[in-house]
């Protein structure tokens, strides 16, 4: 069974550009979500979805990040602009339904933010 | 308020010794708990988890012992070998609308030859 996969693996940029992060959940599952993970801390949710609908995104900065998961599939996660603080693993994760189930996730974007 | 968090960010072991990582929940309502491992530069990996009916599981050489008195989860890992040396996490599942995970900083394990 293919995992979660994640692009690109690593991503520089300067402050003020803007970034975009691309998820492919494992196939079949209906729940999709993207973690920040700040150098040793664990993971922040920042986005949850259920199919293609949003059913959390309270800890998204909505001013810069955007999340769209078109057809209930792929999805990507926007930073626009990017602040310094944004340096981060982005780890997108996938599970099969909607409740209390185990998380997979993929290897996760690091961003670095100069 | 709701968190999760590890009494030790950093754990040596001795090899084949037994290693106890200890995690402190603060949320009542939590009835699902999940132990992550996560190697550098992989994403955390599923190793076991706990229901709140239960007190006790083991899987594999790991066993999750859950104490709702206290709120305190741990995860033994029985004859710590280097591969495990990594960061695990303590995952807790609460119902906050919808299900959602809140997860802890971590504890580093270090197997020493």
């Known amino acids: 069974e293919a995992g979660v996969a994640q692009s690109p693996r690593y991503k520089i940029i300067e402050k003020r550009q803007s970034v975009a992060f691309w998820c492919n959940p494992i196939?079949?599952?209906?729940?999709l979500y993207w973690y920040q993970q700040i150098l040793g801390q664990g993971p922040k949710l920042l986005i949850q979805?259920?199919?293609?609908?949003?059913?959390?995104d309270s800890q998204l900065p909505k001013d810069r990040f955007s999340a769209e998961r078109l057809k209930g599939v792929d999805s990507t996660l926007k930073i626009q602009p990017a602040k310094l603080e944004d340096s981060a693993v982005y780890l997108c994760?996938?599970?099969?339904?909607?409740?209390?189930?185990?998380?997979?996730f993929g290897s996760g974007t690091q961003l670095s933010v100069l | 308020g709701e968190s999760v968090g590890l009494h030790l960010p950093t754990l040596s072991v001795q090899e084949g010794d037994n290693s106890i990582i200890n995690c402190a929940y603060s949320?009542?309502?939590?009835?699902?708990f999940i132990w992550y491992k996560q190697e550098s530069g992989k994403g955390p990996q599923f190793i076991i988890d706990?229901?709140?009916?239960?007190d006790k599981r083991q899987g594999q050489r790991v066993t999750v012992l859950l104490n709702k008195t206290v709120k305190h989860l741990s995860l033994q890992i029985a004859a710590t070998q280097p591969g495990d040396s990594a960061v695990y996490f303590c995952?807790?599942?609460?119902?906050?609308?919808?299900?959602?995970?809140?997860f802890g900083t971590g504890t580093r394990l270090k197997v020493l030859a």
């Open positions: 994760a996938s599970s099969l339904g909607t409740g209390q189930e185990k998380l997979f």
């Open positions: 196939s079949g599952h209906a729940t």
């Open positions: 979805f259920q199919n293609n609908g949003v059913v959390d």
């Open positions: 949320n009542s309502a939590s009835d699902y």
């Open positions: 706990i229901r709140s009916n239960m």
């Open positions: 995952a807790e599942n609460i119902r906050s609308g919808t299900y959602k995970y809140i």
